[in-house]
Each structure stands twice: as structure tokens, then as C-alpha cells.
């Protein structure tokens, strides 16, 4: 079966410097080979996702298939300029390493980003769904928001539509379709091994989310993007089986 096999992040490789750090950072959840980080995943399922340096001009993401590829740009489309409602402030990525010292790191999540689009759902999601929902565990966000997760598993999952979501599924990959600011996002998402309280202390500058105890930090950057990482509470097991019933299955309009 031609499955989703990996998901590529795709930055421009312009800042060196800032390129070690981010790399250095990743590999807390990954292994690095030159310009690449591949992130560890749970029971050898599929897709892998990584993070890559490449000379380009623009971050895109790329989905490879054994067979076939997409890939989108990560920037703004909407000939629209609109700030964030929220009130947070960049921070350099060495002051983000150095106060995550104190914290501790777990475990990775989920990558993913956000696309710009105010009116309906970025075409580029659309195109998406229809691309992989046949070749991925593709799910909807069980609130009716376009946030689109692919979830990792084995092609016999895939191919049976049967899947276990009590199992742990991580690295998760995160597709979301977004209105509230202009500026793409890259967000990475991961678990300290701190509370709550703690992180958002340590994080005045970034965006507290105390229903679901995570802190939105966000890094500055040269690639004309939002680098977020959101920080999460440490918390045992896994949220993948709240897509219990949600699997992308049916023909798009």
C-alpha cells in the first residue's frame, strides 16, 4: 500500500548559528544527521517526521508517500495582514534552552503547523485531507475546528481501518487552518517534567493555557515565521484516543 511513510519540515539554512541550537535542542526527541532531525517514534510506526535545513527561501512542509509527495509552503497567502490577539513576546531561542534547563524535558507530542486562511478552510488543508485520508490515520478535531492531527501507526491499521487509540501515539503531526494572525506557524509541542505554575512563571512572555496546563513560547527567528514551542505540564499516557470516532473517512464536498 502506497502509506504515508514521513513528514518533513523544511527550514531555510541561513542562520548556522541558530540552526545548532535548534538542532541541539531537538535531540532531546530525536537523532540528528547533518541537516536533519528525525524524531523518535513509538513502536516503529509510521509516518516519521523530521526537521531539515535546506537552501531554500521559504519553510515548507513536505508528506512523503512511497510512491508520491506534497508539499506546501509555510507563509502567508491571504494578501491579508492581521496581528495576533494575543499578548506575548519573542524571546532569543538560547534564553528558551537556557530557562528549559530548570524545567526539564520529557517527552515530544506533537509537531505541526499553522496555516493563515480567514475565510472558510486553507486550501491547502482541503487538498490534504483528500490526499492522505486513504493513506494515514487521518482524524478531525472531535470540536468541529480545522485542526487536523495525523495520528502514527502501522500500515495494517491503515489499510483495516482498525485502530487501538488506548496505545501511546507519538509524535502526532498537527494541520490547522488558522484565523487569528497572518503569521504561519511551526509549533512544537512537547511535555516538561514541571507543573503548570511553574512553566508559566518561568514563561511571563509567552501565552498561558491553564485549561489544558501548557505555555505557548514563542522564539525569534529569521524565516518570516512563528517558531512556538508550547510547553506542557508532564502528565502520564496519552490523548490520542479522545479522535475515538473522528477518522477523516468519507468523500470531501
Not at 146 to 155: A, R, S
Not at 229 to 240: A, K, N, R, T
Request: aromatic share 12%; glycine share 4%; with cysteine.
Amino acid at each position: 500500500m502506497n502509506t504515508l511513510k514521513k513528514i518533513e519540515i523544511k527550514l531555510p539554512k541561513k542562520d548556522i548559528a541558530f540552526g545548532q541550537a535548534l538542532f541541539d535542542f531537538l535531540s532531546h526527541f530525536g537523532d540528528v544527521y547533518n541537516d536533519e532531525v528525525l524524531v523518535h517514534g513509538e513502536h516503529g510506526f509510521s509516518p516519521k517526521i523530521s526537521l531539515k535545513l535546506e537552501y531554500r527561501d521559504i519553510p515548507s512542509v513536505s508528506f512523503l508517500k512511497e510512491n508520491d509527495s506534497l508539499t506546501f509552503e509555510i507563509t502567508n497567502r491571504t494578501n491579508t495582514e492581521k496581528n495576533s490577539p494575543h499578548d506575548y513576546k519573542l524571546i532569543s531561542l538560547t534564553d528558551f534552552i537556557s530557562r528549559m534547563k530548570s524545567l526539564g524535558i520529557a517527552e515530544l507530542d506533537h509537531m505541526g503547523i499553522n496555516l493563515p486562511w480567514f475565510e472558510g478552510i486553507h486550501p491547502d488543508l482541503i487538498q490534504l485531507r483528500e490526499w492522505a485520508k486513504q493513506s494515514s490515520l487521518y482524524y478531525m478535531f472531535p470540536t468541529g475546528d480545522p485542526w487536523d492531527f495525523i495520528l502514527p501507526g502501522t500500515e495494517a491499521e491503515v489499510e483495516s481501518k482498525q485502530i487501538d487509540l488506548s496505545i501511546k501515539r507519538r509524535p502526532k503531526f498537527e494541520i490547522v487552518s488558522f484565523n487569528k494572525s497572518s503569521v504561519p506557524i511551526i509549533q512544537i509541542d512537547f511535555l516538561s517534567k514541571a507543573k503548570y505554575e511553574q512553566i508559566k512563571t518561568l514563561f511571563p512572555e509567552g501565552i498561558p493555557e491553564p485549561t489544558i496546563k501548557d505555555v505557548w513560547v514563542y522564539v525569534d527567528n529569521s524565516y518570516d515565521i512563528d517558531l512556538c514551542f508550547v510547553v506542557h505540564e508532564y502528565e502520564d499516557g496519552d490523548w490520542s484516543a479522545y479522535f475515538d470516532g473522528h477518522r477523516l473517512k468519507v468523500e470531501l464536498p
